[in-house]
């Protein structure tokens, strides 16, 4: 069964530090995505970067890059120069191809609640 | 481009009354799907519509939620009768025709809160 696990309930960084969220995953599948999403006191889902089983690079969007260790099951997402409105929690997900008669569906870990300190 | 909108963000309801949560997705995206969080657990896939079509209703917790998209466009989700362990955040999400790699874009989330 796919799992992803997400081993930090709280992380701590200060204002302008790097940071790793770390989410490592299960399946016996050989195409798949992981997904980073940060959802703030507000309440919305946001998306930050996708990462595709196939790529041999890692994903990069701006300050957010995913650092994609396939033969370790290992998706971390890497935040650098923290900022104070990167407070919120940070779930890990993974998505599995469609297939005929199937549907994709994103699997979640339980999350890391990110507070950024000034 | 208006994102995924969920109505009503907030709802608290009695025991045994019926709530309906809309979803409107992201115009022209044929995938919606419906999601829920219960405190302090994960999110969890509930079903996934292709334009009005059910694709997957394999997450739905059982005969009290009702799911329709009528038309292809915005989505209903109803519970009745509501019970307590119903309360949690309920998400609604679309994407673009089918593929893996499709960004799946969340709404805000509707909370839900049975009494």
């Known amino acids: 069964a796919q799992k992803i696990t997400q081993t930090q309930p709280g992380m701590f960084v200060q204002e302008k530090e790097a940071v790793t969220l770390d989410c490592t995953y299960d399946?016996?599948?050989?195409?798949?995505?992981l997904f980073w999403y940060k959802q703030p006191s507000s309440g919305e889902m946001i998306f930050l970067i996708y990462?595709?089983?196939?790529?041999?690079q890692n994903a990069t969007e701006g300050r957010y890059s995913l650092n994609f260790q396939k033969a370790r099951k290992s998706a971390n997402l890497v935040i650098s120069a923290s900022q104070l409105g990167d407070s919120a929690m940070y779930f890990c997900?993974?998505?599995?191809?469609?297939?005929?008669?199937?549907?994709?569906?994103?699997?979640f870990g339980k999350g890391t609640k990110l507070t950024v300190n000034p | 481009e208006a994102g995924v909108t969920q109505f009503p963000s907030h709802s608290v309801i009695e025991k045994g009354q019926t709530v309906t949560l809309r979803c409107d997705p992201i115009?022209?995206?044929?995938?919606l799907y419906w999601y829920r969080r219960v405190m302090g657990k994960e999110i969890k896939f509930l079903l996934h519509?292709?334009?009005?079509?059910?694709?997957?209703e394999s997450g739905m917790p059982n005969n009290r939620f009702l799911a329709e998209r009528t038309g292809g466009t915005y989505s209903t989700l109803k519970v009745q009768p509501a019970e307590l362990e119903d309360s949690g955040v309920y998400f609604c999400?679309?994407?673009?025709?089918?593929?893996?790699?499709?960004?799946?874009?969340f709404g805000e989330g509707s909370w839900l809160t049975v009494v």
């Open positions: 399946t016996s599948d050989q195409s798949y995505g």
């Open positions: 115009s022209g995206h044929d995938n």
């Open positions: 519509f292709v334009k009005e079509s059910k694709q997957d």
């Open positions: 999400a679309s994407s673009q025709e089918g593929g893996g790699g499709n960004t799946i874009y």
């Open positions: 997900a993974m998505i599995f191809p469609l297939q005929e008669g199937g549907s994709e569906k994103l699997v």
């Open positions: 990462q595709g089983s196939y790529d041999e």
